[in-house]
């Protein structure tokens, strides 16, 4: 019986082995003759599509391999397809087209937070508050609307026209209005107001195209109320284009001043040298980073650092010092490749290592917190073989981002558990909404934008209302947690309360009352007025 066994195994195998041989494949795919290293990749997706077990698309192989080729250089070179490039390329651009509104879905029904100021939807009288309920004819309220669903609704191109049904309140029917597509401006300028009587603040949230403009309409119009010095809040800025982010510098240094230069293996030193041009030289700056300000908020800062100007008052910034070249594709696909790195005018890089891996390099932000460098300044070090100097003695450090010459740590005392629950799962902001939905005419005949930081306050019944409500949506009340955090509580829902009321400038009013980083950065400015 074994011989048997045996006898039939052997045969089996030697069966199974002419079977699977009989074709041989690989030698009509990859012949030796025809075989070249640049051609390996082609001849392996042919090889999948002609042979693979199950029908492939091509358009799917070529983009994951692209990607996964890319991502393997490193962290920041990556494939856009077609499908991704407007949402991706729009912000960089400055502009999108659609009707102009910010919604929120509230109830299974999508409710306007603002129709932005000179878009279509606010030119034919759209409100905040205003619920839309029809696009085109087709009810677009219940539990199967979403976000995505209602912005391919609403959006196209500029030009085109899309009917919508709104239900407003005391209003007996629906209005209707035809609204005329147009091209709607992303700003990166998010909030500007004066600090005190001489100290301005800017809120910089991306560097796009027009982000210059849109900086010096801000910085001019602060000048002329009074400005003499500017906090420039960089802070979770992810950078964008390097141009926007030169020019910014430019304005407040000298000319001839170096801000940056590229270098790469096939791109030569090409340096960024501050013009004629700077109508902020003699405006004091503080500019605020942290552990999510990259790129392009590197350069600006690292521009003032190592030239000796102003301050740079925060956390490390992220540690981003490549740069990246676009290519889009006829098929609206696209690519941004890295093609060199940046160095600050001492000379340094300021990127991060990522040899680890992209897993590794995106989570070394979670890591500063685990090692204490958010906390506590003894918590960073950095080797001596990055230690470069300014023009007057001052030491900075490359390889990981910029290092701020006032470090300001998170404040730990005034927060809780029950806080962050409320922070994280957008408690403040969704129950501003609601008590300004359900209150706005009295509001409004009590505060205009420009006193409500002062007049405005979180009454005992609000707050009883905004622990009940969080407590609706799943929030367990916690005694201990409101005490510590009460402050903290407070300022928020009333920075909620006014963005949804007045928009993005009363709410960082209100929060930067509460800001460590910014009245640093304002103490910094009024002591150096007093030195003067």
């Keep these: 019986m074994p011989l048997v066994i045996a006898l039939v195994l052997a045969a089996g195998i ?41 029908t492939i698309k091509e358009q799917i192989i070529v983009e994951e391999t692209i990607n996964e080729i890319l991502q393997n250089l490193d962290p920041h070179s990556y494939y856009i397809p077609k499908s991704e490039y407007n949402q991706v390329n729009d912000p960089l651009e400055g502009n999108f087209e659609g009707i102009g509104i910010e919604f929120r879905i509230q109830e299974d029904t999508v409710v306007v937070v603002r129709a932005l100021a000179g878009g279509p939807s606010e030119k034919l009288g759209i409100q905040a508050g205003d619920r ?54 992303l700003h990166s300028v998010e909030a500007s107001y004066m600090v005190n009587d001489e100290v ?214 005034s927060t809780s558990v029950y806080f962050g629950k409320l922070n994280y799962q957008g408690m403040f902001y969704y129950f501003g909404f609601d008590y300004v939905d359900r209150n706005r005419e009295s509001l409004i005949d009590q505060f205009v934008e420009e006193s409500f930081s002062d007049q405005f306050t979180v009454s005992p019944q609000i707050l009883k209302e905004f622990y009940a409500y969080a407590e609706e949506k799943g929030i367990n009340y916690d005694k201990d947690g409101a005490r510590v955090a009460e402050g903290l509580i407070i300022n928020r829902l009333k920075a909620a309360i006014g963005r949804n009321l007045f928009g993005s400038n009363t709410f960082f009013e209100v929060m930067n009352e509460e800001d460590d980083i910014v009245q640093k950065a304002a103490n910094l400015l009024d002591t150096k007025k007093a030195l003067n």
Aim: aromatic share 10%; proline share 3%.
């Design 200 to 413: 301005g603040y800017i809120k910089v949230i991306r560097f796009a195209r027009n982000t210059h403009e849109e900086f010096m309409e801000a910085a001019s119009d602060l000048k002329d109320r009074g400005m003499r010095a500017l906090i420039l809040d960089l802070r979770n800025n992810g950078g964008g284009y390097l141009n926007s982010a030169t020019d910014i510098a430019d304005e407040f240094l000298e000319e001839g001043e170096l801000i940056v230069y590229t270098k790469g293996k096939s791109r030569e030193r090409k340096e960024f040298l501050a013009t004629t041009k700077g109508q902020l030289e003699d405006t004091e700056v503080a500019v605020l980073i942290n552990e999510g300000s990259a790129s392009a908020s590197e350069i600006v800062a690292g521009a003032l650092q190592d030239n000796d100007l102003g301050y740079i008052v925060g956390r490390r910034s992220f540690g981003k010092g490549l740069v990246q070249e676009g290519v889009q594709w006829p098929d609206g696909s696209a690519m941004r490749l890295t093609v060199a790195r940046y160095y600050t005018p001492t000379g340094r890089s300021i990127q991060k290592p990522y040899d680890d891996g992209l897993d590794a390099y995106n989570s070394e932000a979670y890591q500063r917190y685990s090692n204490g460098e958010l906390l506590s300044l003894d918590s960073i070090d950095f080797p001596d073989s990055l230690k470069f100097f300014t023009p007057q003695g001052k030491v900075v450090y490359g390889g990981g981002g910029i290092m701020p010459d006032y470090f300001v740590p998170i404040d730990t005392s």
């Design 132 to 185: 839309i309920v029809k696009v085109e004819g087709e009810d677009i309220t219940g539990e199967t609307i979403n976000n995505t669903r209602v912005v391919k609704l609403l959006k196209g191109p500029k030009g085109s026209k899309v009917r919508v049904s709104i239900y407003r309140d005391q209003q007996t029917e629906l209005l209707d209005f035809k609204i005329k597509r147009d091209e709607i401006p």
């Design 14 to 54: 030697l069966i199974g082995k002419f079977m699977a041989g009989s074709e041989k494949p690989s030698k009509v795919i990859f012949s030796k003759n025809a075989f070249s290293e640049n051609d390996k990749l082609n001849q392996v997706i042919s090889y999948i599509k002609s042979d693979y077990v199950d």
